[in-house]
């Protein structure tokens, strides 16, 4: 068991994360631990936690899987869980899932009689390398992605990779990207060893070291700035146009994975990369098309643009009517608070969609 250093939170990667909840759980009442779940990790994830001590007198509840499920409705399910079962200020919430459960689940207890402790227990690789860790909780609202929500840092952490095991292959190369990410925004060898990872063969060892790699990349960041008035833009990078890919393809009935979205939305950020902080045109022709070779394209023509635009006006990290980026000069080095013109951000979309293999 390694624990990262980390600012508020225990980041705590794990082969036993039954004695880790154990020994968690062990300093709360016992009748004052509370379980969230969604309908894929009750089944996939729980049988796992079986032997948790104390877990028959753990209450549990449930809320529908799926990001069209991240919202209001479900939050209040968790709220209301909470109120009828008696949770106080000094109880316990598990969030056991991937990012859309414990950012819903984080939520609920960030907020409820305002706020009681939570832990993460992230059960995607997503989840792993990024969602579970940062304190950014909430869900999406309006159209618009985590437009609600708070940052809140949870108790602790336990990342088990043993849950990666039984998550389909788009959802794995959809946490993939943000490891990519973490990569392209701190550590050029970082970016090298996550390359190297062979997607088809699956090595569980090795991915262990990769996320808690990748996680203390993320780490990094939060810590220099937790509540996101600066540096931590950088883990933004590729959310601008990521997000209005993600929000356009809900909205059009074709929802695509988050991690998909922000893979496409790099694609076109690097052009921005080049065009304003100076990243190579090597850089930007090698990045984009290898991302491609992963990630295909997310289909869009011209007559979206306005669409997509309208989305990103919304991006949380905007001031007034300027759309802000987190650009990349280079591989491990960002450039926060950069204001592209309408015009240029025309011309990035243009670029990512005559990307081709
Ligand atoms: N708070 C943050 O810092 C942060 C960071 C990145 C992403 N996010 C958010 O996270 C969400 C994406 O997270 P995600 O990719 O984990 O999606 P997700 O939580 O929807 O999980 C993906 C799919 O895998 C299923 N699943 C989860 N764990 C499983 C397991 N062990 N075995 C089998 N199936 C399993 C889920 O039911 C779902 O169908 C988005 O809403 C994104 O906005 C938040
Ligand atoms: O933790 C952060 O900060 C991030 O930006 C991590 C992102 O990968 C993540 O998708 C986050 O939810 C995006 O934040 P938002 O503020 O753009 O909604
Ligand atoms: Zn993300």
């Given amino acids: ?61 449930e809320v529908p899987a799926g990001e069209e499920n991240k919202k209001l409705s479900s939050v209040e399910k968790i709220w209301m869980f909470l109120s009828q079962n008696g949770a106080d200020r000094k109880s316990l919430v598990i969030n056991v899932g ?51 929500g708070v940052i809140n840092q949870p108790k602790d952490v336990i990342i088990d990779t043993r849950f990666l095991k039984t998550i389909d292959r788009r959802n794995f190369v959809s946490g993939f990207a943000e490891m990519v990410k973490h990569g392209l925004i701190r550590s050029a060898d970082h970016l090298k060893e996550v390359r190297n990872y062979d997607l088809d063969l699956l090595n569980y060892e090795a991915l262990a070291g990769l996320i808690a790699r990748s996680v203390a990349i993320k780490d ?91 989305l990103m006006s919304h991006d949380k990290k905007n001031e007034g009517k300027r759309i802000n980026f987190t650009l990349l000069p280079k591989v491990g080095k960002v450039a926060i608070d950069q204001d592209c013109s309408r015009d240029l951000i025309i011309e990035s979309l243009d670029f990512y969609r005559n990307l081709s293999l």
């Avoid at 250093?5 to 036993?16: I, M, N």
């Avoid at 832990?119 to 792993?128: A, C, G, K």
């Avoid at 991690?259 to 921005?272: F, H, Q, R, S």
Wanted: aromatic share 12%; with cysteine.
């Fill in 1 to 61: 068991m390694n624990n990262l250093p980390s600012y508020h939170a225990a980041v705590t990667v794990t082969d036993d994360v039954v004695a880790a909840l154990s020994q968690l759980i062990s300093r709360y009442p016992e009748d004052k631990v509370f379980l969230v779940s969604e309908s894929n990790t009750t089944q996939f994830c729980l049988p796992v936690l079986q032997d948790v001590i104390g877990w028959e007198k753990v209450k549990k509840t």
């Fill in 98 to 148: 991937g990012g859309m459960l414990t950012d819903l689940g984080s939520f609920a207890a960030s907020t409820y009689k305002r706020g009681m402790d939570f832990v993460n227990v992230p059960t995607t690789l997503l989840s792993q390398v990024d969602a579970s860790v940062g304190g950014k909780t909430g869900f999406n609202f309006n159209g618009f992605k985590n437009e609600i």
């Fill in 220 to 310: 990094y960041f939060v810590d220099k700035d937790p509540t996101e008035k600066n540096i931590r833009k950088a883990l933004n990078f590729g959310h601008t146009i990521g997000h209005a890919f993600e929000s356009y393809a809900m909205t059009s009935g074709k929802p695509i994975l988050h991690g998909y979205a922000v893979a496409y939305g790099m694609m076109a950020e690097l052009y921005l990369s080049h065009k304003m902080a100076g990243l190579s045109s090597r850089d930007l022709k090698e990045l984009s098309y290898w991302l491609m070779t992963i990630y295909g394209k997310f289909d869009i023509t011209s007559e979206d643009y306005d669409a997509l635009l309208s």
